[in-house]
């Protein structure tokens, strides 16, 4: 249900003291069309309480001629910014870009991150937002589980389902999601609360298989049959099952591109406050799914791209699984147990 300005305002305030925001500093809020009203009304509000300078760059749509899906998230890699030196350059001479139009998977947020720019990410709803809003406390768990996440060299994950797949580690890096952008070259995404990395090429093998009540994304479906993905040597091999396995795979194979099969991020929930239940009281394109993605205990893998963290593969199909019931080893330690962040995890 809404949310006021005030509370809005609120959290904004928080969000933007945990980036380290200072007075006379640069923000540059990236728009489009899909932009949320309020989240920039609120965003522009805070930002100048702290005494920063707010620019505001809004940027035309892409991809939607081409996308079936109308979710940001959905259709990665080429962006507005593609090809946009002017564009390109305003966010490099920004200390802080508030994204509120999704740049995700794209060749030119690196170039923001590598000359030393913050990203932070904002299109979930006002509500979602102000639910979600991140703490300090969100930054300690995520970071505490990295630590074990990059000291592991397998992680192996099973369910009472049939999933049995495991994963080389430490070819790539952590992806550290927990909702702001305290240090410069830091990409986030409020709201979060999440762990990923992505598997050594060529090593992700064995089952998944996806039980009724598992999620996809962009679909925005809770499957209601099982969807059995063989792994084998990093990429999807084959996708069984009834029609919802078809829908997956037909829509995938639209790309004519082998490279969407490619696993892309894994890793695991840690957000005490998002919640498995919450998609389903949502209309699907009013908001891209973050309480799957990061709710406490969830498996979630991914396929195509990985570029984001500095692989070669930009496939522009990007389909995120959170799973529920899982159990996720890294080497020999359970970090989630069917379905339960355990130990340290919590
Ligand atoms: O925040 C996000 C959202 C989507 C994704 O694939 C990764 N991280």
Redesign the pocket.
Known sequence: MPVSDFELVQSWRQVLELCNLHSGQSVTILTSIGTNAQTLRCALLAVQEKGAIANRLDLQPTNGGTSLSRDP?AYVGTTPLTGNRAAVEMLKASDLVLDLMTL??SAEQHEILDAGGRIL?VVEPPDVLVRMTPTAEDRTRVLKNSARLKAAKVMKVTSAAGTDATFALGEYPI?E?YGFVDKPGRWD?WP?G?L?TWANEGSAEGKIVLAPGDIL?PQKSYITAPITCHLEKGYVRAIEGGFEADHLRDYMESFHDPEVFAV??IGWGLQNRAHWSVMGFYDREAS?G?DP?ACAGNFLW?TGPNN?AGGDRDTAC?I?IPMRDCTVMLDDEAVVQNGKLVGESK
């Open positions: 998230l995700l998977f990410l992806l999601e995404h979060s999440f990923a994304l892309s991020h891209i973050m993605r991914s984001e990007h995120d």
